[in-house]
């Protein structure tokens, strides 16, 4: 008798673990992550030639809470029709009775690992300014993220920033998004408090004490299980400590932090959700009043730091004046003599 | 506020300053109000010119350049017309218009500008 080796056995189970696309109009490529509910595979569309990422769960959901999260998740993402956030093509029930939805495959690299390399401080500034700006599209929309964090941002190699992973979003205003209305969220069904990270059981409705987010990036409301109570707000302690880590990425390449962008990330993060900015909109335009030399809400500065700051900020002007200043006398003692 | 206005306030107070540093040089000293009145009205048209090249094309060194070739074609014409002075009129003049074409292309209002065609 021939043994099969580990590596046999190892293939035959990723085989068998693949989705079955037959009778889509995807054809399978690879897999390229894998989540909570879901593994996001790349895959070609057959009829119009292009390549897609789709979101498959892994199983098939005998109790339809799963399945009826992903397809949440792609109404919710069909809904927010933006640039920041990645569209949806499509869809659907495998023959396996597996839910998925194809959308855009996104060419790039995460957050996290993009900081890594030499990225200036303002570099990484306009990229979490456009972050800012899709949050606070999706606020408008009444649909909180609450999971944001660097491994769910795409940064794309045409300058695309894309905000990835609805997988775990609040519905805070239904009348503000148009969905079906199976995808509304059901009636609460008991979470044990306390329980940690989306797991494979979690309803459709987040129940009272369910903790949902990544620890370091949840605000404190939303680690405690406050779900009732959530709001903008958590999102914007979310978007702060990502803030946090992109400064924490730069000063890695020895380069100082401004104390203005530490203060807006403090502002971000500040413990009492009414202390932080009242929306990520106003957070975006702290950041873009810091990359223009203004002022910003969350430093007040001294007279010495306002004088230091306008210099930096019109500094050739200000060498161009004093180099005219310097020839003009230079020329009039020159010929007076 | 706009680039024509920029450069046209920005143009005129150089302009102001530029005529009255005449005063260092007892020679002219007498003739001041006119310089100053003369170095006015160029640092003002140097500056709509400068200001009209800025909101056309949006490039910091051809702005640059712009100013400096229009602020040193100014001071030509009135040193000319004076026959002397060439350096003292010509030196502060081309670096007025390197200032406004500098401050122009940076800090002017661009709103109203047509596309780039640079």
């Known amino acids: 008798m021939n043994w099969l080796s580990d590596e046999a056995i190892a293939r035959l189970r990723s085989a068998g673990a693949e989705p079955d696309l037959a009778g889509t109009r995807y054809r399978l490529i690879e897999r390229i992550a894998s989540g909570g509910m879901g593994s996001v595979y790349l895959a070609e569309d057959a009829m119009l030639g292009r390549r897609v990422a789709i979101k498959i769960l892994d199983v098939p959901d005998s109790s339809g809470d799963l399945a009826a999260r992903l397809q949440r998740e792609a109404h919710i993402l069909a809904s927010l029709e933006h640039p920041g956030i990645v569209p949806v093509h499509d869809a659907g029930t495998l023959a396996d009775g597996r839910v998925f939805y194809a959308m855009k495959f996104v060419e790039g690299e995460r957050l996290d690992r993009f900081s890594e390399r030499a990225s200036t401080l303002p570099g990484c500034l306009r990229i979490f300014q456009r972050i800012c700006d899709t949050v606070a599209f999706a606020h408008t929309r009444g649909v909180l993220h609450r999971d944001l964090k660097p491994e769910n941002i795409m940064t794309g190699p045409f300058g695309e920033v894309l905000v990835m992973d609805w997988g775990v979003a609040k519905i805070l205003r239904a009348d503000r998004i148009s969905m079906p209305n199976e995808a509304i969220p059901d009636q609460p069904r008991e979470t044990p408090r306390g329980l940690a990270a989306v797991s494979m059981r979690t309803p459709l409705k987040t129940a009272h004490g369910a903790v949902l987010g990544t620890p370091g990036y949840m605000a404190p409301e939303q680690a405690r299980g406050d779900v009732e109570h959530l709001d903008e707000r958590a999102d914007i302690y979310s978007l702060g400590a990502m803030l946090q880590f992109l400064i924490a990425a730069n000063a890695r390449g020895t380069q100082t932090t401004p104390r203005a962008v530490s203060a807006i990330a403090r502002k971000a993060m500040d413990a009492d959700p009414a202390a932080r900015y009242a929306s990520a909109a106003e957070l975006g335009q702290d950041i873009a009043r810091y990359l223009d030399g203004l002022p910003v809400l969350a430093y007040p500065e001294n007279a010495l730091q306002k004088i230091a700051r306008w210099a930096a900020r019109y500094r050739l002007a200000i060498v161009l004046v004093l180099t005219y200043l310097v020839v003009r006398a230079l020329l009039i003692f020159w010929f007076r003599r | ?118």
């Open chain 2, 1 to 118: 506020m706009n680039k024509i206005t920029y450069g046209l306030i920005l143009g005129g107070i150089l302009g102001i300053f530029d005529g009255l540093t005449s005063w260092f040089t007892p020679a002219v000293r007498p003739q001041l109000m006119g310089i100053v009145l003369g170095s006015t009205f160029k640092g003002l048209l140097a500056g709509v010119l400068i200001g009209i090249f800025a909101r056309k094309v949006h490039s910091l060194g051809l702005g640059v350049l712009f100013g400096l070739a229009v602020g040193l074609l100014f001071a030509f014409f009135i040193a000319y017309m004076q026959r002397n002075y060439y350096v003292q009129i010509m030196v502060p003049g081309g670096l007025v218009g390197l200032i406004v074409g500098y401050a122009t292309q940076k800090y002017g209002d661009s709103s109203t500008a047509s596309p780039s065609r640079t």
